[in-house]
């Protein structure tokens, strides 16, 4: 079954203290991987998808990259408003899609 | 906002009763998606609809029914609803049937059952 888990569960963050949110997978075949940015009571918003090990996507101070096994989203110099849940999701070869739990960020001033 | 609009945004009914969610898509996208959201199981996958024909199934239960109009609006209907169909569900769209396609989520709907 596919699997995917996320960590940690919480952060905070010091504005301008940079961190970074995992995501592991064990997946049957990776066909893509999403991560996703969740404002409380809001649906989810799309940030990147990454296909392939060794891809890079940066997005203002999001840069979120991808291995065989995990991903990894790097906050650089966080500022509150990138509070908030972040979720990753995997699309197996069989194009299930699964989430993992999300990690909540929280960034003080 | 993404565009993609969800009725009703609370809805709270009892144990054993029906309820419809309505989705209407951004302007131009063919596909629909259903997701529900709660605290124990996170974010899962329910339903895939691509201009009005059934596209990919995930973890919908059968007492779920969805389905896309030829105006592309879709609707998720859940029936002999339990105490534990409390949850948050969300619509996404996407231009294209594929799964690489980004999606657009609405705000959802929050149903209660008690």
């Known amino acids: 079954e596919d699997q995917v888990t996320q960590s940690p569960e919480a952060l905070r963050l010091q504005e301008g203290e940079s961190s970074s949110l995992n995501c592991s997978y064990t997946?049957?075949?990776?066909?893509?991987l999403f991560w996703y940015r969740q404002d409380p009571g809001k649906g989810p918003e799309f940030l990147f998808t990454?296909?392939?090990a060794g891809e890079e996507k940066e997005k203002e101070r999001l840069k979120a990259t991808l291995t065989k096994k995990e991903s990894f989203l790097h906050i650089t110099a966080p500022k509150p408003e990138d509070s908030a849940t972040y979720l990753c999701?995997?699309?197996?070869?069989?194009?299930?899609?699964?989430f993992g739990a999300g990690t909540t960020v929280t960034v003080r001033a | 906002d993404s565009g993609v609009t969800q009725t009703p945004k609370h809805l709270i009914t009892a144990t054993g009763q029906r309820v419809t969610l309505r989705c209407s898509p951004r302007?131009?996208?063919?596909?629909v998606y259903w997701y529900q959201q709660s605290l124990d199981q996170g974010l899962q996958f329910l339903i895939q609809?691509?201009?009005?024909?059934?596209?990919a199934k995930g973890n919908i239960l059968e007492r779920f029914s969805a389905q896309q109009f030829p105006d592309l609006h879709s609707e998720l209907n859940l029936s002999s609803l339990e105490l534990g169909d409390s949850a948050l569900y969300f619509c996404?769209?996407?231009?294209?049937?594929?799964?690489?396609?980004?999606?657009?989520f609405g705000p959802g709907t929050r149903l209660t059952v008690l």
């Open positions: 996404a769209s996407s231009v294209g049937g594929g799964p690489r396609n980004e999606q657009f």
């Open positions: 997946v049957s075949g990776l066909r893509g």
């Open positions: 990454l296909y392939s």
């Open positions: 999701a995997v699309l197996s070869n069989d194009y299930k899609l699964s």
């Open positions: 302007s131009g996208d063919l596909s």
């Open positions: 609809y691509y201009n009005g024909e059934e596209r």
